[in-house]
């Protein structure tokens, strides 16, 4: 299966603390994304990085390609409560940009 | 300015009957797409249209026919439900490029056949 996985699985961390969820793939990539889903909603993007970028920032997010591992992390810096949500990575494979891959998600949740 | 529109947002039905669920975009974008989160949130692509010419049919049942009347229009008909089928349906739409693809996603529509 060419679909991603996320890491860990389910997270619960503290409102102002760093959340950091993984995600690993299996083939050559065009991009990877990510989006977050609040429960009972549609899936909203993130932010993406092309397989010939390392590292992107957007606000408090902060996300790293390794291509050579196969893998990409998003970090969320001083997490706020409605951060609470499902995080989910999604690979374009090389040759099939169109056709987004998503991983199992981690489920993330900010207590006060 | 609903982005990505689908409806309805939730069905109830039971096994073997037929229904239909609708989405429409109003991004201008040239591609839709409709993908199925099961109970475990595993999110899976079904099929994808661009400028209504289907470009992607993943495995599966040929119960399921998408149609596009037009490229700010996807949907999906599904016949001879079954209990299996009861899952999360997004609609969702992007623009083209060889860059990458965001994907924007509808509410979901929330079938549960019985």
């Known amino acids: 299966s060419q679909q991603g996985e996320e890491d860990p699985q389910a997270l619960s961390i503290q409102e102002g603390e760093n959340a950091t969820m993984n995600c690993s793939y299996k083939?050559?990539?065009?991009?990877l994304q990510w989006y977050r889903q609040n429960s009972g909603r549609g899936l909203v993007h993130l932010i993406l990085?092309?397989?010939?970028?390392r590292e992107k920032h957007s606000g408090r997010l902060r996300v790293t390609l390794d291509t050579s591992k196969k893998s990409s992390s998003l970090l969320i810096t001083a997490s706020r409560a409605a951060d609470t949500a499902s995080y989910f990575c999604?690979?374009?494979?090389?040759?099939?940009?169109?056709?987004?891959?998503f991983g199992t998600g981690t489920r993330l949740q900010v207590t006060l | 300015d609903t982005a990505v529109s689908q409806t309805p947002k939730y069905l109830v039905t039971q096994m073997g009957n037929d229904k239909s669920i609708k989405c429409e975009q109003n991004?201008?974008?040239?591609?839709m797409y409709w993908y199925k989160q099961d109970s475990k949130k595993f999110l899976k692509i079904m099929f994808s249209?661009?400028?209504?010419?289907?470009?992607i049919n993943e495995t599966v049942p040929n119960r399921f026919s998408p149609k596009s009347p037009d490229k700010a229009h996807l949907n999906l008909h599904i016949n001879s439900l079954e209990l299996g089928d009861s899952a999360v349906y997004f609609c969702?739409?992007?623009?083209?490029?060889?860059?990458?693809?965001?994907?924007?996603f509808g509410e979901g529509s929330w079938l549960t056949v019985v």
């Open positions: 969702a739409s992007s623009q083209a490029s060889n860059s990458g693809n965001t994907i924007y």
């Open positions: 083939t050559s990539i065009n991009n």
């Open positions: 990085i092309r397989s010939n970028e």
């Open positions: 999604a690979t374009a494979f090389t040759g099939t940009a169109s056709k987004l891959t």
């Open positions: 991004l201008g974008h040239d591609t």
């Open positions: 249209y661009n400028n209504k010419e289907l470009i």
